[in-house]
């Protein structure tokens, strides 16, 4: 957003409300307080927002269980010999959180497809691909076939969860996951992801994929939303429910 190009000085008589849901890697603009303090209202992923949308990126409590995408253990297993167990699709190659170098280094030690502009290393052939591939039936059902998805945020802000998690939990595509410190208060059950805070290096980190990789048994843990439909966590569903604002209103 271009605060230059706003009617300064507001008028007192009018009132301004600020609806956004980018990380400060986007609009830095915006941490700055003075630049905040310019509106009356807002509706941020910040939970001090006055109209806060911690789960703007997550439709409904369907999305989580929906087996619409799902492709099972087996079917992954069966396929290991034509795709790499991991998924990397981004073309923001420019972040806050250093995603680019870190997924540098596991490459070193697993195989990783990215399809993304940043560290291309494999083509996707979609001729019918939509304009807004983010939501594309055929790239999804591309995505879901892998078994581990790396969804780490341009920025880590205590609030901001966005799309590229919860698109692996919609897909049943295990989330590799780095950004929000409070990412536990959201996930569907304790284990629906892998956090790289529990890794201290990228290394480790490739043991455990591989140890997963190896147990079928282990590795549905991190399913059971899907496997079973079950989502243990009270907040995230009270959330969905009781959330004040409606998606599509604040999309339009």
């Given at each position: 957003m271009d605060i230059d190009r706003l009617p300064l000085p507001r008028e007192n008589k009018t009132i301004w409300a600020l609806f956004h849901e980018e990380s400060p890697r986007n609009t830095p603009i915006f941490m700055h307080e003075k630049?905040?303090?310019?509106?009356?209202?807002?509706?941020?992923?910040?939970k001090n927002s006055d109209v806060p949308i911690p789960l703007y990126h997550l439709e409904s409590l369907d999305a989580v269980t929906t087996t619409r995408y799902f492709v099972n253990t087996s079917i992954k297993n069966s396929i290991l010999n034509e795709i790499s167990p991991i998924v990397f699709f981004q073309s923001n190659c420019y972040t806050f959180t250093g995603r680019d170098e870190y997924v540098t280094t596991l490459m070193k030690y697993i195989k990783v497809d990215s399809y993304g502009l940043c560290l291309h290393n494999k083509d996707i052939d979609l001729p019918t691909l939509s304009k807004n591939p983010l939501v594309d039936d055929e790239l999804m059902n591309v995505l879901a076939k892998y078994k581990f998805m790396i969804a780490i945020e341009n920025a880590a802000c205590i609030d901001y969860v966005t799309e590229k998690f919860w698109r692996a939990i919609e897909l049943g595509v295990v989330p590799i996951y780095y950004g929000s410190p409070l990412i536990r208060d959201w996930l569907p059950n304790n284990k629906s992801a892998i956090l790289l805070e529990d890794f201290p290096t990228p290394k480790l980190l490739s043991q455990y994929l591989r140890y997963l990789l190896q147990n079928n048994s282990a590795y549905e843990e991190y399913l059971e939303h899907k496997t079973l439909g079950i989502i243990s966590n009270r907040k995230l569903s009270d959330e969905i429910s009781a959330r004040e604002y409606d998606k599509t209103l604040l999309i339009t």
């Open positions: 630049a905040l303090n310019l509106f009356n209202f807002s509706s941020t992923f910040n």
